[in-house]
């Protein structure tokens, strides 16, 4: 580092304010310009991990029951006295970590889903015997979330958005049965 210390008197505060303002705004421009684009934002392939694998229920007012394979996603709920749900096949897995991620898949079956189309299941908090899962939703108008292509989907559904489609305060734990 040089010294700034030749310059001296009021003159000599004034330069040194100024070559540091230089410098900082310097600084300040290469770090604004670096990538602020983070792993959240991007779907790294996965395995479905071997613990989500089965049936999955809440035991509350509602049914509300989740049944996972290797292949297969289904989501059956009764509210009150009213049946629906979904079936579809897995189509990609991402893991954020070993307790959490997002299953994207292609309906095939269901109420108020367009078969062919695809979506997402996000889960977090899984232990060998409670997991937390949630279907994606838009929670601006709270539409279905469905995308046309596979493609749309991994870049829609990633760790990054999930606020966008999930409220993790109202999900509750699921037990596997």
Same mark, same amino acid.
């Given at each position: 580092? /040089? &010294?700034?210390?030749? *310059?001296? %008197?009021?003159? !000599? ?23 602020? &684009? &983070? ?11 071997? %613990? ?5 229920? /809440?035991? !509350? ?8 394979? &290797?292949?297969?996603?289904?989501? @059956?709920? *009764?509210? @009150? ?5 979904? +079936? !579809? ?5 991402? $893991? ?8 994207? /898949? @292609? ?9 062919? +189309? ?19 939703? $838009? ?17 829609? /559904?990633?760790? %990054? ?5 999930? $409220? ?8 596997? @049965?």
């Amino acid at each position: 580092m /040089f &010294s700034l210390y030749f *310059v001296s %008197g009021t003159k !000599g505060f004034i330069k040194k304010a100024k070559i540091a303002g230089i410098i900082l705004l310097g600084l300040l421009l290469v770090l604004g310009s670096c990538s602020t &684009s &983070s792993a959240d934002d991007t779907n790294y392939p996965g395995v479905l991990p071997d %613990g989500l694998i089965g049936t999955w229920s /809440f035991d !509350g007012t509602n049914a509300d029951r989740y049944t996972i394979d &290797s292949d297969t996603i289904k989501h @059956e709920m *009764v509210w @009150e006295s009213d049946d629906y749900g979904f +079936t !579809g096949t897995i189509s990609f897995v991402s $893991n954020y970590s070993s307790s959490s991620g997002v299953i994207i /898949f @292609e309906y095939s079956s269901g109420d108020f889903i367009t078969p062919g +189309t695809y979506d997402a299941v996000y889960y977090r908090d899984l232990t060998p015997t409670t997991v937390k899962l949630a279907d994606a939703i $838009n929670l601006n108008d709270f539409s279905s979330s469905a995308t046309a292509t596979l493609d749309q989907a991994v870049a829609k /559904f990633t760790r %990054g958005n999930w606020g966008k489609f999930v $409220n993790w305060g109202g999900v509750m734990t699921q037990t596997k @049965e």
